[in-house]
């Protein structure tokens, strides 16, 4: 039989604190490239707003920002390349109880999660998106032919934010914002590769390497803004629109089966 | 005694309408219908055409013959018109039937707007008007059918199509006041629905709450039925960027623990993301309605399903959703845009079909969990905590939703591939046995799958009148697993072979040769990967019994 979950009151859940998400990260992740730092953030923000660890589903591509659900002890999922954001929404969509928060990297974010991008943003629905950027593929500081923040709020994104991936309180504070805003919530997590994938890098672009510290003085953050870039709080969401969401709510918890009035009524259609 | 009814207008001239309400017409009077849409290639006039059969006896194939013929335009009228046995209906005003260009004893019925007094684009409605009375039908069958068919419509432009409705009707009356066909009718209403309307019945049926469509199947019968009804019954509709975002979209919500549906215009787009809820154990159903062409690519612990006709559609729908849940996998169920345009009449659509959600570990939360936990449960506890992929003798393993206290699992696709190669063992036994139809000791044995059902059915009827035992059809429902033990006896056993199939490249064939070592020498395939026609069915059917 189908067990039917329900959240957990928020109030309830807040006294358990960031330890109910686990301990320690994933080994593959390179000292001081940021991911582990947003990691914590992340588990910060959502003990913070009192949500409790079985009602977060992670869902993350692939690649390092990939591994981040498999550090969190809640609901995760590692999803192929880009993927993440469909999976998400799909999700969110059958159970808006459960808190989603969907993960990429810089590099399948701008690739094959373009378009879900785009698309999320625009239908706002109620996710958190946070984009692991390691500097390594899409975004380094001196190369600001994309950006994207502004990509996602010129789709329609009513949330956007940048964070220094190694400025945890600061990340915790922004994502408790993202996670708790209604509708679509976009956080440009910036972070570091470290020495082992600048030299891929390199091979790739040809370019310097991005750090925060870079060599000529300047730091990543210089080069964009930090914090909350736009919150747009009074935007209904998707959900408010949806006729079953918003009238029926949960579609997890639905009968399956159809009633005798439903089939009398579609077996007249046909007739 | 069959009735085929064939129109051939331009598109938004109001075909569609004509052939919906043609449609109900005839199985509102307790008679067989089988009717299909296509639209022709620009260079061959790109023409919406409708085709039709209509008949107390069951029917497998749209327009078998052409009794009437509605013709809008001269191009038309002069293609087709000496198809047509009983008349051709056309606009005198507009289009003229040659000299000699009809049949021996087929009328030529003029409907010209300018003696009807009707407007020239309500004259759709004076076609179907004279067609219900060359039909034999009444008045009232007809302004009953029409009125459901324009349900919404505003109340003064419903009143001015009864009347062009009525002047055909008239009009065909004192034009041919003998012709009308005396088809056995009876008060049995048959339901009448087409393959893509069965996909969203099924749906329903199944208990589906999230439907994401993939772009090109906006206009499909599938999306234009379902979209705006599906918040009635709890079904969330969406439509993705693209397939892949469709499939992954309701493999989400299968993760979540809602039945979800992908429909897609094209199986090829579905591969990536079935691959991934194969491994990863999720289940999803996606419906590809493409291209004519049968597509095979799953592994194990995948399922593809292809229905024996558009009259299965629904039921294999249900299936498939069954599948999905009990096995914990993606299920492919392929259409085509055959089969999902073909519309059929079928004794009763079967809505309560049981559903079976599978295999479910009991959560910590849930009250009584611990004390009694329930037979398929695996429940974790302190010392064994709550392993979503363990390893089981069927491959399936209890599974789990967000939102449970003590099951938290991390899904991805790094699945042990023994466990799959067990569940793919697991998954065809949990099959539903393929049965042969017609006599076992027939001189040829037609196999082939989806939208060939159909015409496989009309040869075996047209050889085995008057109880002749010619011909037998082996419908493979299942392409993925392939049951190849239990196809192969009938395979093996058959006189002659003859693959139906819409595909020139016969990958059907490949299909059973690779899994039972039965080579099937003669193939039947549509035209450039078109439906396979029943007419052509037959003629090959007919030189292949004479090899």
Redesign the interface.
């Given at each position: 039989m189908f067990p039917v979950p329900v959240r957990r009151p928020l109030d309830e859940a807040r006294e358990f604190g960031p330890e109910q998400f686990g301990a320690s990260g994933p080994a593959d992740w390179c000292p001081g490239c940021g991911h582990a730092e947003a990691l914590e953030a992340l588990k910060a923000a959502c003990s913070g707003l009192g949500v409790a660890n079985k009602d977060l589903l992670c869902v993350a591509g692939t690649g390092c920002a990939g591994s981040l659900p498999e550090a969190l002890l809640s609901y995760g999922m590692r999803v192929p390349a880009g993927r993440a954001l469909p999976v998400a929404l799909g999700a969110k969509l059958v159970n808006p109880d459960l808190f989603v928060i969907a993960v990429g990297g810089e590099g399948e974010t701008a690739g094959p999660g373009l378009g879900h991008l785009m698309h999320a943003a625009r239908l706002n629905a109620d996710l958190t998106f946070l984009m692991l950027d390691s500097g390594s593929r899409g975004f380094p500081a001196d190369e600001r032919t994309f950006e994207p923040a502004m990509l996602a709020l010129a789709a329609g994104a009513t949330f956007a934010a940048r964070v220094l991936a190694q400025d945890s309180a600061a990340s915790a504070a922004v994502m408790a914002q993202a996670v708790q805003h209604r509708g679509f919530s976009f956080v440009h997590v910036l972070g570091s590769c470290p020495p082992g994938a600048e030299n891929l890098r390199l091979q790739l672009t040809g370019s310097a390497a991005p750090s925060p510290q870079g060599g000529d003085g300047t730091t990543r953050a210089d080069a964009a803004p930090l914090g909350v870039l736009f919150d747009a709080a009074n935007v209904p969401s998707y959900e408010e629109f949806d006729p079953v969401l918003s009238r029926r709510g949960a579609a997890v918890r639905e009968n399956l089966g159809l009633s005798p009035k439903d089939i009398a009524e579609l077996e007249a259609c046909f007739k | 005694m069959n009735l085929g009814i064939w129109i051939l207008g331009p598109a938004r001239q109001g075909v569609g309408l004509m052939g919906e309400v043609l449609v109900r017409l005839f199985?509102?009077s307790g008679l067989h219908v089988c009717a299909s849409s296509g639209s022709e290639s620009p260079s061959m006039g790109g023409r919406v055409v409708f085709k039709m059969t209509a008949s107390p006896d069951r029917v497998h194939v749209p327009g078998e013959g052409c009794a009437f013929l509605v013709a809008f335009d001269q191009g038309a009228a002069r293609e087709k018109a000496g198809e047509a046995t009983g008349g051709v209906l056309f606009d005198g005003d507009r289009v003229r039937i040659e000299a000699g260009g009809l049949r021996r004893h087929a009328a030529a019925i003029g409907l010209a707007c300018s003696e009807l007094k009707i407007e020239v684009d309500r004259w759709h409605l004076a076609a179907l008007g004279a067609l219900a009375r060359l039909a034999g039908m009444d008045l009232g069958t007809l302004d009953e059918a029409l009125r459901d068919a324009r349900k919404g419509a505003a109340s003064d432009a419903l009143a001015a199509e009864l009347s062009a409705a009525k002047a055909g009707f008239e009009r065909a009356g004192a034009a041919s006041p003998e012709s009308g066909l005396r088809l056995q009718r009876s008060d049995h209403?048959?339901?009448?629905?087409s393959g893509g309307?069965g996909l969203a019945?099924g749906a329903?049926?199944?208990?589906c709450?999230?439907l994401?469509a993939g772009p090109g199947t906006e206009s499909s019968a599938t999306l234009r039925w379902l979209a705006p009804r599906?918040?009635?019954?709890?079904?969330?509709v969406?439509p993705?960027?693209?397939a892949?975002?469709?499939v992954?979209?309701?493999?989400?919500?299968?993760?979540?623990?809602?039945?979800?549906l992908a429909v897609v215009a094209d199986a090829a787009s579905a591969v990536?993301?079935m691959e991934?809820a194969q491994r990863?154990e999720i289940p999803v159903v996606v419906a590809s309605l493409g291209a004519a062409g049968s597509r095979f690519c799953a592994g194990a612990g995948c399922a593809v399903l292809s229905p024996a006709g558009s009259t299965d559609v629904l039921d294999s729908t249900v299936e498939a959703f069954n599948l999905a849940e009990r096995f914990q996998a993606p299920v492919l169920l392929l259409l085509d845009r055959f089969l999902a345009g073909e519309t059929q009449t079928v004794e009763s659509?079967r809505?309560?079909a049981g559903?079976d959600?599978g295999l479910?570990?009991?959560?910590a939360?849930?009250p009584g969990a611990s004390a009694a936990p329930?037979p398929s449960a695996q429940g974790p506890s302190a010392e064994a905590p709550f392993d979503r992929y363990a390893e089981t003798e069927t491959g399936v393993s209890p599974r789990?939703?967000?939102?449970?206290?003590?099951l938290?699992?991390?899904?991805?696709?790094r699945g042990s591939a023994d466990k799959l190669d067990r569940k793919g063992r697991s998954l065809t036994r949990g099959l539903k046995p393929s049965l042969l139809e017609g006599p076992s000791d027939a001189e040829i044995t037609l196999v082939g799958c989806g939208c060939a059902c159909g015409p496989m059915r009309h040869a075996m009827r047209h050889f085995n009148a008057g109880g002749a035992r010619r011909v037998n059809v082996f419908p493979l429902r299942y392409l993925r697993p392939f049951p190849a033990e239990e196809a192969s006896g009938p395979l093996k056993s058959a006189r002659r072979l003859l693959a139906v199939e819409s595909e020139p490249t016969a990958p059907l064939c490949r299909l059973i040769r690779g899994e039972t070592g039965v080579a099937v020498e003669r193939h039947c395939s549509g035209p450039d990967g078109g439906a396979v026609d029943g007419a052509e069915c037959v003629r090959r059917v007919d030189e292949a019994l004479h090899d």
């Open positions: - | 199985s509102r209403r048959r339901p009448a629905l309307q019945l329903l049926a199944s208990g709450k999230f994401a599906a918040h009635r019954y709890g079904m969330i969406r993705a960027e693209d892949g975002a469709a992954y979209a309701a493999i989400g919500a299968g993760h979540a623990g809602a039945r979800g990536e993301g991934f990863a659509l809505l309560d559903i959600r479910w570990a009991v959560p939360d849930e329930g789990a939703v967000p939102g449970h206290d003590g938290m699992f991390l899904a991805d696709a």
